[in-house]
């Protein structure tokens, strides 16, 4: 089999009895298949069982694995140029954010990455643009770079300009921390 084997998206979940969840691609081929027993979480042995909500859980979190996987094309790792002290191939996406609403919101964004699973890195870069002070953080992922510009309004960097790309239709959102909500929104695009 020298041809490498896809599985094409969107991939979905679905229980077809009491006991298990199966996920599938979108020709049908089943991918994973978790179990569940809810009758026996009663007895002391039922606890090395999945309930039923955890088997479902853990099959979303499968099924949404192309999500992570899927890359942008409007948004570019930052040029090769710009290595030095502050590039590391490890973290090739780079985004700004404006200092004072960093300053005043910098708990709150950490909570929300820590709670969204989306690990940054400052990279102790201070850029002056549009008359405004920027810090700038890097990325190992795309996908995590995507959604923190996404949900910080920051400002994408390619090279040492910003750049900014339309949102994509099917990024998803990180959650907001319960009860959060940030003081201010950055100046607009």
Not at 69 to 77: C, E, H, I, N, V
Request: net charge positive; hydrophobic share 35%; aromatic share 14%.
């Amino acid at each position: 089999m020298s041809e490498k084997r896809r599985f094409p998206t969107p991939w979905s979940v679905e229980k077809p009895n009491g006991d298990c969840y199966h996920v599938r691609d979108a020709n049908g081929v089943r991918l994973a298949t978790v179990y569940c027993r809810d009758d026996l979480q009663a007895y002391t042995f039922g606890e090395q069982h999945l309930t039923s909500d955890e088997a479902r859980r853990i099959a979303v979190a499968i099924a949404r694995i192309p999500e992570f996987l899927k890359t942008y094309p409007a948004f570019q790792p930052r040029r090769i140029e710009t290595r030095g002290k502050y590039w590391k191939a490890s973290h090739p996406y780079h985004v700004a954010l404006e200092d004072a609403y960093l300053q005043e919101n910098y708990d709150d964004i950490v909570a929300c990455c820590y709670y969204n699973g989306v690990a940054f890195d400052p990279t102790g870069e201070i850029i002056e643009r549009i008359g405004l002070r920027w810090r700038t953080y890097q990325f190992g992922r795309q996908f995590d770079a995507i959604r923190f510009w996404d949900k910080f309004d920051g400002r994408w960097m390619l090279g040492n300009d910003f750049h900014f790309p339309e949102r994509p239709k099917d990024l998803p959102r990180m959650q907001p921390l319960p009860g959060k909500s940030f003081s201010r929104r950055p100046p607009a695009r």
